[in-house]
């Protein structure tokens, strides 16, 4: 049976305005990759019937009328105000973040993110309590920080795992020099196999662009000029030492 879903009543003015959209003042529709991320999301879960777009649309609403989720306002009394540079109040519909939103649509896909959020929870496909979890190890793994900085030279291991993350053979050994830090990846193998991924040193990891010289992966014959960059696993590279 479908779970019915439920938007909590909210005492706001009548008169509350709504969010600009993206792209009103001509500025990008998605100005960073997270809003993208998140509008694929929903699309991608109404597209395959885990809510209607009436259920979605009410939860979105929500949010635009209640500005909050993100810090610093209040919900059902309206903005909280700086009494020197605002002596005169501004009604009871005036709020600084949705003054934000109507001005550009910068703020638009905040608003999107937290009603996603509530939605993901009262469907149950991500509870609040596993999202929380995701969010600390993800912030866990950001003070740790990468093990590797641009330009040092690393050792791809000479390992063979059985999984998602294969490893060409012909990289096995072979030494290389860090490009750059991709970010951190919710490790495959964690996750195709039934793990509570949110938990686990190996859960989340750092993946790696390095850069290997032809010549270092086959030999004095092939071009010492030419170069193969290919993206690694943290757990795949160790650092290759003064003998390289």
Same mark, same amino acid.
């Given at each position: 049976?479908?779970?019915?879903?439920?938007?909590?009543?909210?005492?706001?003015?009548?008169?509350? %305005?709504?969010?600009?959209?993206?792209?009103?003042?001509? $500025?990008?529709? !998605?100005? $960073?990759?997270?809003?993208?991320?998140? !509008?694929?999301?929903?699309?991608?879960?109404?597209?395959?019937?885990?809510?209607?777009?009436?259920?979605?649309?009410?939860?979105?609403?929500?949010?635009? *009328?209640?500005?909050?989720?993100?810090?610093?306002?209040?919900?059902n009394?309206? @903005?909280i105000?700086?009494?020197? %540079?605002?002596?005169?109040?501004?009604?009871?519909?005036? #709020?600084?973040?949705?003054?934000?939103?109507?001005?550009?649509?910068?703020?638009?896909?905040?608003?999107?993110? %937290?009603?996603?959020?509530?939605?993901?929870? @009262?469907?149950?496909?991500?509870?609040?309590?596993?999202?929380?979890?995701?969010?600390? %190890?993800?912030?866990?793994?950001?003070?740790?920080? /990468?093990?590797?900085?641009?330009?040092l030279?690393?050792?791809?291991?000479?390992?063979?795992?059985?999984?998602?993350?294969?490893?060409?053979?012909?990289?096995?050994?072979?030494?290389g020099?860090?490009?750059?830090? *991709?970010?951190?990846?919710?490790? /495959?193998?964690?996750?195709?196999?039934g793990?509570?991924?949110?938990?686990?040193?190996?859960?989340?990891?750092?993946v790696?662009?390095?850069?290997? #010289?032809?010549?270092?992966?086959?030999?004095? $014959?092939?071009?010492?000029?030419?170069?193969?960059?290919?993206?690694?696993?943290?757990? *795949?590279? $160790?650092?290759?030492?003064?003998?390289s």
């Amino acid at each position: 049976m479908k779970k019915l879903l439920k938007v909590p009543s909210l005492a706001v003015p009548e008169q509350q %305005a709504g969010a600009a959209l993206p792209g009103d003042a001509k $500025e990008p529709v !998605f100005a $960073e990759p997270w809003q993208a991320h998140a !509008f694929a999301v929903i699309m991608s879960l109404y597209r395959d019937g885990h809510y209607t777009w009436a259920e979605w649309d009410d939860y979105l609403g929500y949010h635009i *009328q209640a500005p909050g989720h993100f810090g610093g306002t209040d919900v059902n009394a309206g @903005a909280i105000r700086n009494a020197a %540079a605002e002596p005169e109040p501004r009604g009871a519909n005036y #709020s600084p973040f949705l003054a934000d939103c109507q001005k550009d649509g910068s703020r638009f896909y905040h608003l999107w993110l %937290a009603a996603a959020e509530h939605l993901l929870d @009262a469907t149950d496909l991500v509870p609040e309590a596993e999202l929380e979890a995701r969010i600390a %190890a993800f912030e866990k793994a950001e003070r740790q920080g /990468p093990r590797f900085a641009a330009g040092l030279r690393v050792r791809v291991r000479d390992i063979k795992r059985e999984g998602h993350t294969h490893l060409p053979l012909y990289l096995c050994g072979r030494t290389g020099v860090i490009e750059r830090d *991709q970010g951190l990846f919710v490790f /495959p193998d964690a996750a195709g196999h039934g793990h509570d991924h949110s938990h686990g040193d190996d859960a989340l990891q750092h993946v790696y662009c390095v850069r290997f #010289s032809a010549s270092d992966i086959w030999g004095a $014959e092939a071009s010492g000029t030419h170069a193969l960059n290919f993206n690694l696993w943290d757990y *795949q590279l $160790e650092p290759a030492g003064d003998d390289s």
